[in-house]
């Protein structure tokens, strides 16, 4: 028995085999059928390529983890195939590596997190790393800044943000150096300005520049954050930020 091929069978005549080539009735039915063909070919591509894109923002969830005296909650992404994966990875690896530093049983700690920014194809994660050891003077904390492009699940850097050739490091320099001053912030020694392991997230409106306890500070003054306006900003950095 022949089977039939494709184009059997998106022929108008192998579905209405009763009618006359040269009908006019026939020809206006085959228009008709290739029309309708046409529309769910259309539709059909419609779907794939709706399918086949990236959202804007990221489903993100929180994975729990317990064990001895650790309690670990980081945030998984949902949805996103191969780059939701690579970024799931990545902050997983950062919540192991706290996890091995701290399996002694004097030793006890957490971490948490939150998402402040989630748009425009940007995934901005900040983790908090606490832990504390038995008979220290006080607990001790790290934060640790995520930003993703959720379209190739890439981690970004600073300059990521800025557009190509921008000279983004003066002007983010001589901003916080301002704020500094400005906030009358005593310092352990004197702060060089942005450096090329910067670290940094990013929120709705400000890119967040921050420096670790004793970094530059006493352990009093906590996190040093220095919100920098991304309209401090504008023509240098990536427009989807402050749009």
């Known amino acids: ?36 063909v046409g529309v769910i070919c259309a539709a059909a591509a419609g ?10 923002t990221a489903t993100i969830a929180p994975r729990v983890e317990t064990g001895g005296n650790l309690t670990l909650i980081y945030p998984q992404v949902e949805g996103l195939g191969s780059k939701g994966d690579k970024i799931n990875q990545t902050i997983a690896r950062e919540v192991a590596g706290f996890s091995l530093q701290h399996q002694a049983p004097d030793h ?6 939150k998402v402040v920014f989630n748009r425009n194809h940007l995934l ?10 038995q008979h220290a003077a006080h607990p001790m904390s790290y934060q640790r800044g995520f930003t993703f492009d959720t379209k190739t699940g890439d981690l970004l850097r600073l300059e990521d943000l800025f557009q190509p050739g921008a000279n983004f490091r003066s002007r983010l320099d001589e901003l916080a150096k301002q704020q500094l001053a400005q906030r009358r912030i005593i ?19 400000a890119l967040i520049i ?8 006493a352990y009093v003054y906590g996190f040093i954050e220095l919100p920098i306006p991304y309209e401090q900003l504008a023509g240098l950095i990536r427009p989807e930020l402050i749009r």
Do not use: H
Request: with cysteine; aromatic share 16%.
């Open 187 to 205: 310092l352990l020694k004197p702060y060089p300005g942005i450096s090329d392991q910067q670290e940094f997230y990013l929120t709705d409106g």
């Open 1 to 36: 028995m022949r089977v039939k091929q494709e184009a059997d069978i998106l022929d108008p005549q192998n579905i209405f085999p009763d009618m006359n080539v040269g009908d006019g009735a026939y020809m206006n039915l085959c228009w008709k059928w290739l029309l309708l």
């Open 210 to 217: 921050y420096y670790q306890l004793y970094e530059y500070t």
């Open 108 to 113: 006890s700690g957490q971490v948490g997190y």
């Open 47 to 56: 779907c794939f390529l709706l399918s086949s894109q990236v959202p804007p």
């Open 124 to 133: 901005s994660v900040r983790l908090r790393e606490s832990f504390y050891v």
